[in-house]
């Protein structure tokens, strides 16, 4: 499985990672490094695994703007930083725009970036996989993201890290990621139900579990957080913002904690559960692109009340890929206004 590494870098920070993923690569396959500004997106080499992997300037990926405003700071002698490149190199974005990849390679992303929460911070990863996805393409496995200083020079032990993660992607498996920043879609076959805590996310997990049960379907259990919404104390440890991972896995904790009476009414089904840093209604779509179903609750008063403009059952059923059933809350909990 021949690997193509390619990467845009400016002091030589994603170039390091680049190479770093390609000797943890190169225990099992043979894989190249080249720069954006080296290789012709139209006419690429073989690859059976193409993975990309950019900066972060401005929340997302670099523009001629950003890149000239970064050269300035590489002609700072007292940063003892060196351009890779002059302020007329190619970025990623405008690379992928004439990239014609392999149809039978698999993609994976990669970015480098400050640490901290990525709504905070941005991350060049996130938009290469929408481009991506806008392509028609979607990554074996969920971008990764390696930390810089503010240096702009990497953490330490991100290269390490980074030579582990490229032989992951080597190996007969990629590594397991049961969480993601835009949420592992789930299988053709599952029911994906959205859960937020509430009275009103019980009855629809309640709904999707009766229904698994009845069709033998898996069911995909899905919390999407924010800053706001993050368990007490995940965010920040020791003065240091925990990496975004942990924070998925402490939600995804808590969410199999909290729905555990519920799920013991149908223990038969296959059940998985997903933390999910990003917007409700774009985590869920994402999560369920592929899946039988969509399970949402709904909230606020009964019939089609309740789709207020702008919520998230609302958002799911006009912009789903699947086929959507909100629930509606008990006659208990329901305002009727006759609908």
Known sequence: MPALIVYESMFGATHAVAEEIAAGLRDRTPATVASVNDLDPEHLPEADLIVLGAPTHGHGLSTPVSRGDAALIGLDSYSGLRLEHDDNAVGMAEWLERAVLP??????????????????????GHHVVRLLRAGGREPVVASESFYVMDNHRLEPGERQRAREWGAALAADRPAPLAVADEGVPASADSIVVGHDGSAQADRALATALDLAAALGAPVVVVRAWSIDTAPPGSLFQGGYAVPLLEVDHRVRDLL?????SIRERQSGVALTYQGVLGQPAEVLMAVSRRARMLVVGSRGRGGFASLLLGSVSEQCVRHAACPVLVVRPSGSDTDHDGA
Request: hydrophobic letters at 50%.
């Open 103 to 124: 149809a039978d390679a698999v993609v994976a992303v990669f970015d480098t970036r400050i640490r901290g929460p990525r709504l905070v911070v941005g991350s060049a």
């Open 256 to 260: 199999i904690e909290e729905t555990r």
